[in-house]
């Protein structure tokens, strides 16, 4: 047993791509996992492929060793792409360990704790916002359209979405990014009352649409400084919101932020390892620690929510990417006891389908925890080949 081949592959995926690895081993079985470089992480491919040498000939099944040793060799530049490259290369280890030992990956950690994942809908609406006119989802123009899909989204049997911010222009709802430079208003950073306006109509919709009961989240992702996510927080107070989740660098703002907001507040997605979530623990700045299964691996992952459980701290994975990563993000919330609730995009891509050769279940708004050896779905090869991503 032992690795003969490591080989990326990457597939179109709309206005994103999809990006996968595949580990080959000598004794016939194939690792898969999924991991994504279209957000911060461009160059992530040929960083797996730079440690690739490092990792040919040893035995898969150690996958423990195998990280150490790709840590140590990455100790001068900890973190960031170095890291999501070690991650990738995990989750496909653990793929071939589940297949090894016939046992879905949640076995191997000593699960499931749960067999059917509470799910949310995440990016509602902001995927039909964005790429509104291009052919790939339903077009969402208004307040209206936005109700009519809240209410769609609770007769599938979903219990919870996350929505984005949207701002009211020229008679139409518009996509809003200032925090990472995709629409007007960075580096600034400022809020505006027009926007807290806008952002009063939008949660009135899809309150309104949904009822009291319903769990409604908005995520402002890196959009404003510390000033800023308090004044929508405020904002959002009458809407009731299961949480609100801000992306910051800085500990103690988002402590400060936590201790006047007048609901939870989620952070940490794009943290990776115990030591850069440590901080954020100590001073108790968030409610709901969320945990990026691609960036961190899953081991490293079920480390991290063993760490937050010291803090009386539940966790939820980041999950917005392919049917793939939904399993990885599946087996971590099957495995862990300080679970919250479980990030899925149901927009995407109309043949994202195709690249996996089975497709996540849910029913009334959970996840079905697959049975099958590893992580229960392997990369359809041609599908994947067959669309190259766009330049």
């Known amino acids: 047993m032992r690795i003969d081949r490591v080989e990326t592959l990457r597939a ?16 016939g079985i194939t690792g898969w996992s999924e991991y994504n470089e279209d957000f911060g992480s461009r160059g992530l ?45 995990e989750n496909a280890l653990l793929d071939i360990r589940g297949k090894e030992a016939g046992k879905p990956v949640h076995a191997l950690f000593g699960g499931p704790i749960r067999e059917r994942i ?13 790429q509104r006119g291009k052919g790939f989802l339903p077009d969402l123009r208004s307040y209206d359209d936005l109700a009519a899909h809240a209410a769609e989204v609770k007769a599938q049997g979903f219990r919870c979405l996350k929505t984005n911010l949207f701002r009211y222009r020229d008679g139409a709802l ?25 952002l009063r109509r939008q949660l009135g919709a899809i309150r309104d649409a949904v009822g009291p009961e319903f769990g409604v989240m908005l995520d402002v992702n890196f959009h404003f400084k510390t000033e800023g996510f308090l004044r929508i927080a405020e904002t959002a107070a009458e809407f009731d919101l299961r949480w609100l989740e801000i992306d910051t660098h800085d500990p103690a703002a988002l402590a400060l932020i936590r201790g006047r907001a007048p609901c939870p507040i989620a952070s940490c997605e794009t943290l990776h390892g115990r030591r850069d979530f440590r901080p954020y623990l100590e001073t108790y700045a968030m409610d709901v620690a969320i945990i990026d299964v691609p960036w961190n691996g899953l081991a490293e992952s079920l480390k991290i929510a063993a760490m937050a459980d010291a803090y009386e701290v539940n966790c939820a994975p980041h999950n917005f990417y392919g049917h793939l990563c939904s399993f990885h993000s599946a087996h971590f919330s099957a495995a862990v006891p300080n679970f919250r609730i479980m990030e899925i995009d149901l927009d995407s891509c109309p043949w994202r389908d195709e690249f996996v050769t089975a497709i996540p279940v849910i029913e009334n708004g959970e996840l079905v925890l697959p049975t099958a050896p590893g992580w229960g779905a392997d990369i359809n090869e041609a599908a994947v080949r067959a669309r190259p991503p766009r330049t």
């Open 12 to 27: 179109d995926a709309a206005w994103r791509s999809f990006s996968f690895l595949k580990i080959t081993t000598a004794c």
């Open 45 to 89: 491919s040929p960083v797996i492929e730079a440690l690739a040498p490092l990792i040919i000939g040893m035995d898969p099944r150690a996958s423990e060793a195998i990280v150490a040793k790709l840590h140590v060799a990455t100790r001068q530049a900890r973190g960031g792409i170095n890291q999501q490259a070690i991650a990738a290369i």
């Open 118 to 130: 509470p799910v949310y809908w995440s990016h509602f609406g902001t995927y039909r916002v964005a």
């Open 174 to 198: 518009r996509y809003f990014n200032q925090g990472f430079g995709r629409t007007p208003g960075w580096p600034e950073l400022n809020w505006d009352e027009a926007l807290l306006a806008d």
